[in-house]
């Protein structure tokens, strides 16, 4: 099974996703984890893609398609949940037509749907792992340890594009343009919403009712 999460900055489908890797297995794949991946190991993806991601703008199509397809391909065997990918109509149509070549699909596509300001609020509250991308919140899902990820022990960091400025423009890009894929896969008849305004465990259920788990 695949399934991707749309939703913007702060609806958590990062969080959701592992959700997901526990109940079904699925593996998760972020973009935005891969690109500051590739940053901080500086291949040459991460050189091009770095100004982009710092201003908060897209990173050019290409770049994105080329870097998701190749772990998909590496990763899929039981399955992935996209978080993240795909944000434009280009980048949608790649993956129908790579997931088509290599005998798979997408099964359901979730759509974790929150009011700004309630985005604006969570994003300000976010932490990072070091380690693996794991996310936590000071406000909503907390640490045991401040500072620390539960699950690996690594350091919790902020988002270097996780500042007002970086947040509102990246929001707007969402609300403007990303949000424009739900009529493709409405069209498709595979889009669920899902009220992503809720506490996160009954997020998780209502994920889990529409996969079937
Ligand atoms: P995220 O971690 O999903 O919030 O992504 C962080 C940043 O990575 C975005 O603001 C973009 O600069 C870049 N990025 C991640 N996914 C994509 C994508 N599918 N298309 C273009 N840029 C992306």
């Known amino acids: 099974m695949n399934i991707i999460m749309i939703g913007a900055q702060g609806s958590g489908k990062g969080t959701q996703a592992e959700a997901l890797e526990r109940a079904k297995g699925l593996q998760p794949c972020a973009s935005g984890d891969l690109l500051r991946e590739h940053m901080a190991t500086g291949t040459p993806l991460g050189m091009e893609a770095r100004p982009y991601y710092e201003r908060g703008d897209l990173v050019p199509d290409g770049l994105v398609i080329q870097m998701i397809l190749d772990y998909i391909r590496e990763h899929s065997s039981h399955g992935i949940t996209l978080d993240g990918f795909p944000r434009t109509t280009p980048q949608a149509n790649a993956l129908d037509e790579a997931l088509r070549r290599m005998g798979q699909r997408i099964d359901h596509v979730l759509y974790l749907e929150a009011p700004r300001a309630l985005l604006l609020d969570r994003l300000g509250g976010r932490y990072i792992c070091r ?54 896969y409405s069209a498709q008849g595979k889009l669920t919403r899902i009220d992503a305004a809720q506490p996160i465990e009954v997020v998780t259920k209502a994920v889990l009712a529409t996969v079937g788990g």
């Open 131 to 184: 380690a693996h991308g794991h996310v936590w919140n000071i406000k909503t899902k907390k640490p045991q340890q401040p500072g620390i990820c539960d699950y690996d022990g690594s350091e919790l960091y902020q988002r270097s594009d996780d500042t007002p400025e970086k947040i509102a423009h990246r929001l707007d890009i969402f609300f403007n343009d990303t949000i424009k894929l739900l009529d493709f």
